[in-house]
Each structure stands twice: as structure tokens, then as C-alpha cells.
């Protein structure tokens, strides 16, 4: 079992910026895939960004390229999501997840674990 729990999220005006983390905690974390994906209100949950176990393969939605960084710390089990120039369109709840994968998937099914989620508003 793997329990991951999401933090960060905030109320920016658009052109803001916001820091997200996760801390991992349980069995091996760090040999997960790990992922953030967001659902807005009405909306199905989508492939935000992901980082390989190692930190040495990423993979980004289009929307976000050039916006959003993702990092891990495996030695204090965490992954970060630095969010840049914000757009209301990005508003939505952001989960942490994590994935027995060698690469980044990007569909929720492939996901094993999942945090609660944290809430990100980007007013205009």
C-alpha cells in the first residue's frame, strides 16, 4: 500500500503561481511512476504531468508545457508540481497518483494510488 497525500493548492489570479506536493508514504514509494491529474468541474480527469521513478523520464500535457515543472525527492518520498503563469482554464481539483510503471502513463486506469486531491482556483 502506498497512501499519498496531496498539498499546496490555493485561490491565485491568473498569471499567478502555485506550488503543489505530494508526500508518499507506505511500501517503496519510490518506485513509482508518479503523476498529477486534474479534474474540473464537470469534466473527466485528465493527464496533467508525470515523472519516472528515476526522475530521468517526464512527460507533460500540451497545455501545460513551458508552465508547469514536475520534480521528486525519492529520499524524502515526495514530488512536487511547480505551476507557472496560471490560466483560469487550469482550475480544477489536482491528484497525485502513482503508477508500477517503468514509463508515464498517462490514463488514471494505470494508476494504482491516488491522494485526496487538492483544490487549484485561477480567477481572471
Known amino acids: 500500500q502506498v497512501q499519498l497525500e496531496e498539498s499546496g493548492g490555493g485561490s491565485v489570479q491568473a498569471g499567478g503561481s502555485l506550488r503543489l506536493s505530494c508526500a508518499a508514504s507506505?511500501?517503496?514509494?519510490?518506485?513509482?511512476?508518479m503523476g498529477w491529474f486534474r479534474q474540473g468541474p464537470g469534466q473527466e480527469r485528465e493527464f496533467v504531468v508525470g515523472?519516472?521513478?528515476?526522475?530521468?523520464?517526464?512527460d507533460y500535457r500540451d497545455s501545460v508545457k513551458g508552465r508547469f515543472t514536475i520534480s521528486r525527492d525519492n529520499s524524502k518520498n515526495a514530488v512536487y508540481l511547480q505551476m507557472n503563469r496560471l490560466e483560469p482554464e487550469d482550475t480544477a481539483i489536482y491528484y497525485c497518483?502513482?503508477?508500477?510503471?517503468?514509463?508515464?502513463?498517462?490514463?488514471?486506469?494505470?494508476?494504482?494510488?491516488w491522494g485526496q486531491g487538492t483544490q487549484v482556483t485561477v480567477s481572471s
Open positions: 507506505g511500501r517503496a514509494p519510490s518506485i513509482f511512476t
Open positions: 515523472i519516472e521513478m528515476s526522475g530521468g523520464l517526464t
Open positions: 497518483a502513482a503508477a508500477r510503471s517503468g514509463t508515464v502513463p498517462i490514463w488514471p486506469r494505470e494508476y494504482e494510488y
